[in-house]
């Protein structure tokens, strides 16, 4: 069964590193092979303010069945990709990481490996509920734009008391864990951890 996937990336610094992974499917002849459908946004609402990308980024989130995370060396920094992984958790979607820094911009070159968004991002109990967090240099913070989740939203919080997310999903490495072989595993992996 094809899987319909949400690509989170650092659009600036990754696009030609991402754009290879999403396009894989060109050399393997068809979409059912790879296991996903693009649901990606590419950034392009953000001219029209807060509201409206988070706004964009919900419709295609609710509409996918796993969120991948594209992680290059800065994606950890980016608001929006923090955003996306909070709201696909509060939504149960399943979720996992590709580190994508070793592929080869045309203009650039590969990159150096960054941290990934899992360790900088959790929830903390408050008041019998599950408050979305962000690991800040000052610490751990309420994330902005999101609302408290009760532990039935998502299967994979119910085994854990505070969970940051990296103790959750799964990274791979695009070239390392031969990526082009195996993303639709990784997909039905993360879409049976979430129970889809």
Known sequence: MARSVFFSFHYDRDIMR???????????????????????LEEKAKKEGDQAVKKIIDNGLVGSTALCVLIGKETYTRRWVDYEILKAVEYGMGIFGI???????????????????????????????????????????????????????????????????SSLFNVYDWVNNDGYSNFGKWVEAAATQAGK
């Open 18 to 40: 991402v754009q290879q992974v999403k396009q894989h499917y060109i050399t393997k002849g068809t979409y059912t092979e790879t296991g996903f459908f693009d649901g990606s």
């Open 99 to 165: 580190r994508i820094h070793q592929l080869k911009d045309p203009k650039h070159g590969a990159d150096t490996e960054g941290s990934s968004p899992f360790q900088f991002l959790g929830y903390g109990a408050r008041d019998g509920e599950l408050v979305p967090m962000i690991h800040y240099q000052t610490g751990w913070k309420d994330a902005p734009y999101l609302l408290p989740i009760t532990k039935a939203a998502a299967l994979y919080l119910k085994s854990v008391d505070r969970p940051v997310l």
